[in-house]
C-alpha cells in the first residue's frame, strides 16, 4: 500500500504517530490492535507528514507489545529516529539490510529472522529475550558485514534455523565498537555445514561473551571466528556447550586475535563425529592469559601456532603435557615451545625441562622420524 496521508493510517498507527511527537511509549501489551510494517516504515523516511508540521520527538519510535503486520522493511533506509519495538511479535522478517539508523531495540521480539546486512547503527542493537525461528539460508539473525558504534546485545535469546545450509547467527567481517554479548541463557540451534554461529573476520571494539551459551549443530560446526579479532576478553565459560560436526574443529578460532583472556573455564565442547577435532586454535594469539581447562573437552584439539602473552592458567602442567601429546591429532613442536616460554616467565625452570623432555618423547613417537632420524636424536 502507497501511504500518502495521516488518513491512511488506521487508529492505532495514529496513536504510535502522537506517541512519537510526544516521545512516549506506546504500550499494546494485551490488545489484539496491529501495527503494519509498511507504516513503520513510512514513519521512518524523510517525506513522512507530522501534523502541525511538527517535530518528531528525539526519542524515537518506541512501541511495545504490538503484532507487527507482514514483516518490517526497512532495507536501505536512512533515518535519525531510535527504534524500539520491545516484546513485539512480527509475522515476517526484519530487514534492516543496507540501513543507517541511531539505534535498535528488539528486544523481547517474536518472530522469523532479523537481517541487516552491511546495515550501519550509528549506536547500538539490542536483541534481548528474542525468539526466532525460521527455514532460511540468510539465517536468524543476520548481520554480516554490519558496522554497530556500541554494543551488540543477543543475550538470552534462542535462535533455530531448520535450513539444511543456513548459519543461524551470521555475523562475519562485523565491526563493533563494543561487545559482542550472546550469553546468558543464549540458545541456537542449527545451522547446517556453515555454522551454527558465525563471527569469521568480525573486528569486534570489546568482549566476546558466550557464558552460559548453548549451541548445538548436527551437520556443521558450532562456533566459526576464524580471525576474528577482539579488543577484550573472549568467553566461552561457565556454562558454555556446543556441540557440533566438522573435521576443522567444532568450535574454532584460526587465526584468531583475543586482546584480552581467552577464558574457557567451566565450558564444554564436543564432536557429534567421533573423531572429529573439536577445539581449533591453530595459530591464534592471546595478549592475556590462557584458561583453558583440560575439561573443555574429551576430544581432539589443534594448537599449533597458538601463542599467548600471559600464563596458563586452569590446568595444571601434567594436563597439558596429556593434552599436547595425547589430545592432539599429530605432533608439533611449538606448542611445547609456546608453554615453555609461559612457564619460564614465571620462573620455573624445573617445569621448563620438563616441557622439553615430554616434546622429545613426543617426536620420537610421533614424529614420523626414520631409522637413522630416531638414531640421531637419541644421539643428541
Known amino acids: 500500500m502507497a501511504f500518502t496521508t495521516l488518513a491512511d493510517l488506521t487508529n492505532t498507527e495514529r496513536r504510535l504517530v502522537d506517541a512519537v511527537l510526544a516521545g512516549t511509549e506506546l504500550d499494546l501489551t494485551g490488545e489484539d490492535r496491529p501495527v503494519r510494517g509498511e507504516a513503520l516504515r513510512w ?3 524523510d517525506g513522512f507528514p507530522w501534523p502541525g508540521e511538527r517535530k518528531p520527538d528525539p526519542r524515537g519510535i518506541r512501541l511495545r507489545g504490538a503484532t507487527i503486520e507482514d514483516g518490517l522493511d526497512l532495507a536501505e533506509v536512512s533515518s535519525d529516529l531510535p527504534l524500539r519495538l520491545v516484546d513485539c511479535r512480527s509475522e515476517g522478517a526484519i530487514r534492516l539490510s543496507g540501513s543507517h539508523l541511531s539505534t535498535v531495540d528488539l528486544s523481547g521480539l517474536v518472530g522469523t529472522s532479523v537481517i541487516a546486512v552491511e546495515a550501519r547503527i550509528e549506536r547500538g542493537v539490542l536483541l534481548i529475550g528474542a525468539r526466532l525461528s525460521c527455514d532460511s539460508a540468510e539465517g536468524a539473525v543476520n548481520f554480516g558485514g554490519a558496522r554497530i558504534g ?10 533455530t534455523n531448520r535450513h539444511r545450509e543456513g548459519p543461524v547467527f551470521q555475523g562475519n567481517n562485523l565491526r563493533t565498537g563494543a561487545g559482542v554479548f550472546l550469553n546468558r541463557g543464549f540458545r541456537a540451534e542449527g545451522g547446517g555445514p556453515l555454522g551454527t554461529v558465525r563471527l569469521s573476520g568480525a573486528e569486534l571494539g570489546g568482549q566476546l561473551n558466550l557464558t552460559g551459551a548453548w549451541l548445538a549443530n548436527l551437520h556443521g ?9 577482539t579488543r577484550s576478553n573472549v568467553m566461552i565459560n561457565h556454562g558454555f556447550r556446543a556441540e557440533g560436526r566438522h573435521e576443522t574443529g567444532s568450535v574454532r578460532f584460526v587465526g584468531a586475535r583475543v586482546g584480552g583472556r581467552l577464558m574457557c573455564e567451566g565450558g564444554h565442547a564436543f564432536a557429534v563425529r567421533a573423531g572429529d577435532l573439536v577445539l581449533n586454535l591453530s595459530h591464534a594469539h592471546v595478549t592475556s592469559d590462557l584458561l583453558l581447562p583440560a575439561s573443555f573437552t574429551p576430544g581432539l584439539l589443534r594448537l599449533d601456532g597458538l601463542t599467548y602473552d600471559g600464563a596458563v592458567r586452569h590446568a595444571s602442567l601434567p594436563e597439558w603435557l596429556d593434552m599436547l601429546g595425547n589430545r592432539t591429532s599429530h605432533y608439533a613442536s611449538q606448542p611445547y615451545l609456546q608453554l615453555a616460554q609461559s612457564y619460564r616467565g614465571s620462573g620455573h625452570e624445573r617445569d621448563v625441562r620438563r616441557i622439553h623432555v615430554a616434546r622429545q618423547r613426543d617426536l620420537l613417537r610421533r614424529g614420523g622420524l626414520d631409522f637413522w632420524g630416531r638414531g640421531w636424536h637419541r644421539l643428541t
Open 221 to 229: 560446526p558450532a562456533l566459526v571466528a576464524d580471525y576474528l579479532s
Open 43 to 45: 514513519l521512518l523516511l
Open 150 to 159: 556500541s554494543v551488540f546485545d543477543v543475550s538470552g535469546s534462542q535462535l
